[in-house]
């Protein structure tokens, strides 16, 4: 197999153009699919029995938007499935290699059967394909791609500059993804479930100690920290000189003068928002929350 570098075309190279046949490019309806086949990327487009094709193993992503595949299974009852699914044959049916969303919906629209492409591919370069279509269509969180690119160098033997070339990303941004594997269990399913960002990731994993990371990953929920506000906080608990009062940075415990919690109060409600006042020794600042670009035009009208 020849060595591919980056994305490439993705399923692009794999589906028929265009400037195919009538049967090449109209895989739906109520169109009789015959075999089709193309000598350049060796395809073979067939109508398959839903019951013949299996998930596949080397899958990246663990996670779906229910709310999408409920209007993809509505789409499809309407108009059936306008993209065939990338199946590999098996010795027991068909294997997915992408498409697995419009697998799902499918089946839960009830069809029998769907369009599909067959393609001859091997483990590797089914994995590979699994991964790029999930990369250029909708992004895995940042957990399932740590995963994935840890399967690729587990199991498949490649380097992390490898597995980088092969998915078209650098090699930091490779090792720092493998990083986030390093997070409690806990921490993992709120990356997962989207309540912490990749950068928030990126951050906690940076904490060796994963109750203190999960601690923080609790307090980044309840008081929708941001990410430089969590940064700051990982700074103080490396800092040495202030081993000795982590708990109170964990949980925000510092003492906080009177006249502090009294500002925050009172601007909290003129600007109808979360205001804090960040003090360290005599010096500090006032952080004023938002929530999108109009809501800090109303606070700057406010202030002005």
């Not at 992004?139 to 992390?160: C, K, P, W, Y």
């Not at 989207?194 to 994963?210: I, M, S, V």
């Not at 109750?211 to 490396?238: D, N, P, T």
Request: proline share 3%; aromatic share 4%; hydrophobic share 40%.
């Amino acid at each position: 197999m020849s060595k591919k570098t980056g994305l490439g075309r993705g399923l692009s190279a794999l589906i028929p153009d265009s400037t195919t046949t009538p049967q090449q490019t109209n895989p739906i309806g109520n169109l009789e699919i015959e075999d089709t086949f193309s000598e350049s990327t060796d395809l073979v487009l067939r109508e398959l029995p839903l019951a013949d094709i299996e998930r596949n193993p080397y899958q990246p992503r663990t996670v779906f938007d229910d709310e999408k595949l409920v209007e993809l299974t509505s789409s499809i009852k309407e108009v059936g499935v306008l993209q065939p699914v990338l199946v590999r044959e098996k010795s027991t049916g068909y294997e997915l290699i992408a498409g697995e969303r419009r697998w799902l919906a499918a089946r839960r629209a009830g069809l029998s059967s769907v369009p599909a492409l067959v393609r001859k591919i091997e483990d590797l370069e089914s994995f590979e394909q699994a991964i790029i279509e999930n990369l250029h269509r909708e992004d895995l969180n940042s957990i399932d791609e740590a995963v994935a690119f840890h399967r690729l160098m587990d199991e498949f033997g490649m380097t992390q500059q490898q597995v980088a070339e092969r998915v078209g990303r650098s090699r930091p941004v490779v090792a720092n993804t493998l990083r986030l594997l390093q997070l409690s269990s806990g921490v993992q399913r709120m990356i997962m479930d989207g309540e912490l960002t990749a950068g928030h990731a990126r951050c906690l994993a940076g904490l060796t100690d994963r109750k203190i990371q999960e601690k923080l990953a609790s307090r980044v929920v309840s008081e929708a920290l941001s990410v430089r506000q969590l940064e700051f906080i990982v700074s103080e608990l490396q800092d040495e000189s202030k081993h000795n009062n982590v708990e109170k940075i964990i949980l925000n415990q510092s003492d906080k003068a009177a006249a502090h919690l009294e500002v925050e109060m009172v601007l909290s409600e003129k600007f109808d928002t979360k205001v804090s006042v960040i003090s360290r020794g005599k010096r500090g600042r006032i952080a004023i929350e938002f929530a999108d670009p109009e809501d800090l035009k109303r606070i700057f009208d406010l202030i002005a």
